[in-house]
């Protein structure tokens, strides 16, 4: 199984400053069709995880431009430039490439200062 | 409008079988690169994916619980449907159905719903 190391486990930011989360994987998520399958989803408090970033860097719909996600390999970051409030919740990084071992990190929690 | 709905037991013992039902709207399990996925949460922890369907019928399990697991799908209901047998006090977790389609995996999740094994 493809392992999921997120880091940090946990981040308190000031409202308007940046944060950056990492996720490293026991492999590399670059698949032979030029894909790298890496995904971000955040789980607010109480709720279901929603879907921020897929394939490394892309926007799901309806995700605000200060969300952000880069890597390759086995690295990556989700950065987010300005927090706000609505951010706080658990981030989890997850992989696809493996399936039918398809896995998440532990997750980050984000909490405002 | 895509939307989800896990519903079935809260409550199971230790040794039965729990089964779950997925109902969802605004998406057909019969169009090409849908899927539907289950996926658990044990309370304060982290995610874990359990099984995929896609519309093709081809199936998918976490290696780690293959063994107790069944997903199936009625397309003309809109559900998806996950047995996991012989349950013990350490599945108690928040179940959770997603849709799933090609390079979207999950982006659209039910509320969950939180099944605890106790005798």
């Known amino acids: 199984d493809i392992v999921m190391t997120q880091t940090p486990l946990s981040l308190s930011v000031t409202p308007g400053q940046p944060a950056s989360i990492s996720c490293k994987s026991s492999?590399?998520?670059?698949?032979?069709?030029?894909?790298?399958?890496l995904y971000w989803y955040l789980q607010k408090p109480g709720q279901p995880p929603q879907l921020l970033i897929y394939?490394?860097?892309n926007r799901f719909s309806g995700v605000p431009d200060r969300f952000s996600g880069s890597g390759s390999g086995t690295d990556f970051t989700l950065k987010i430039s300005r927090v706000e409030a609505e951010d706080v919740g658990v981030y989890y990084c997850?992989?696809?490439?493996?399936?039918?071992?398809?896995?998440f990190g532990g997750g980050t929690k984000v909490e405002i200062k | 409008q895509i939307t989800l709905k896990e519903s079935g037991p809260t409550l199971v013992k230790p040794t039965q079988t729990l089964t779950l039902t997925c109902t969802f709207s605004?998406?057909?399990?019969?169009?090409?690169?849908?899927?539907v996925g289950w996926i658990r949460q044990p309370p304060g922890k982290a995610l874990e994916w359990l099984a995929l369907?896609?519309?093709?019928?081809?199936?998918r399990y976490s290696p780690s619980l293959k063994s107790r697991l069944t997903i199936t799908k009625d397309t003309s209901k809109n559900q998806v449907v996950l047995t996991m047998t012989n349950m013990d006090p350490v599945d108690t977790a928040t179940y959770y159905c997603?849709?799933?389609?090609?390079?979207?995996?999950?982006?659209?999740w039910g509320q969950g719903t939180l099944v605890t094994v106790s005798s």
């Open positions: 997603a849709h799933d389609f090609w390079s979207h995996p999950f982006d659209y």
């Open positions: 997850m992989q696809s490439i493996q399936l039918p071992s398809l896995t």
């Open positions: 369907i896609y519309w093709d019928d081809d199936k």
């Open positions: 394939e490394v860097s």
């Open positions: 605004g998406f057909s399990l019969s169009t090409s690169g849908v899927g």
């Open positions: 492999q590399s998520l670059l698949h032979s069709d030029g894909k790298t399958y």
